[in-house]
């Protein structure tokens, strides 16, 4: 069983900069395609940001595009999201997820909350 951790979540200010880790267990932690999510009350989980194993290409949901940032340290089993410029439309509960596409597999971690407000 893969274990899933999200950390750095908190409150920051409109315009603000805050950075999100998640670690996953295993030794193959290379082998995971990681995805950064959220839900925010009343809305639907969106995808946030996602990267790849091999080669670490990176894709972006359209509200994000331009501020966040995901990158990944295979050898500390880690993904990271860097936030930049953001706002109250970005509060929300973020939550990691690790997966072997081509095995059919995904694992949740439960997720950090981020508020953004003044």
């Known amino acids: 069983q893969v274990q899933v951790l999200e950390s750095g979540g908190g409150l920051v200010q409109p315009g603000g900069s805050l950075t999100l880790s998640c670690t996953a267990s295993?030794?193959?932690?290379?082998?995971?395609?990681m995805k950064w999510f959220r839900q925010a009350p009343g809305k639907e989980r969106e995808l946030v940001a996602a990267?790849?194993?091999?080669?670490?290409?990176?894709r972006y949901g359209d509200s994000v595009k331009g501020r966040f940032t995901i990158s990944r340290d295979n050898a500390k089993n880690t993904v990271y999201l860097q936030m930049n410029s953001l706002k109250p439309d970005d509060t929300a509960v973020y939550i990691c997820?690790?997966?072997?596409?081509?095995?059919?597999?995904?694992?949740w971690g439960q997720g950090t909350q981020v508020t953004v407000s003044s």
């Open positions: 997820n690790a997966a072997l596409p081509s095995q059919g597999r995904d694992w």
């Open positions: 295993g030794r193959i932690f290379s082998n995971y395609a």
């Open positions: 990267i790849a194993p091999v080669p670490r290409i990176t």
